[in-house]
Nanobody, 123 residues
Framework: QVQLLESGGGLVQAGGSLRLSCAAS????????MGWFRQAPGKEREFVAG????????HYADSVKGRFTISRDNAKNTGYLQMNMLKPEDTAVYYC????????????????WGQGTQVTVSS
């Protein structure tokens, strides 16, 4: 099994940037595809971005295209989500997740989850 730990969340003004990290332990991260999801209060968990094991197959939700960038460094066993031009509607708890082979936009498809990190964007 792989354990995931997110970091990098915080409070930022609209238009600002944050970089989230997802550190993996227990198994090599390059065995897995990764996804980032977010959940705002009262809303369902939604897909944000996904990346396959090699880092060459990327997927984004329409709401974050052009603003967020997903990446990974398998040598460091860490994934990243660079978030630029943040908006108040990006406020949520952000989760990283892992599953075998290819990423998915569906939360139920992921086997392993981190505990989440809070991102708050003020207007």
């Amino acid at each position: 099994q792989v354990q995931l730990l997110e970091s990098g969340g915080g409070l930022v003004q609209a238009g600002g940037s944050l970089r989230l990290s997802c550190a993996a332990s227990g198994r090599a991260l390059n065995d897995y595809a990764m996804g980032w999801f977010r959940q705002a209060p009262g809303k369902e968990r939604e897909f944000v971005a996904g990346i396959n094991w090699s880092g060459y197959n990327l997927h984004y939700a329409d709401s974050v295209k052009g603003r967020f960038t997903i990446s990974r460094d398998n040598a460091k066993n860490t994934g990243y989500l660079q978030m630029n031009m943040l908006k108040p509607e990006d406020t949520a708890v952000y989760y990283c997740a892992a599953r075998s082979i290819v990423p998915s936009t569906e939360a139920y498809a992921y086997n392993f989850w981190g505990q989440g990190t809070q991102v708050t964007v003020s207007s």
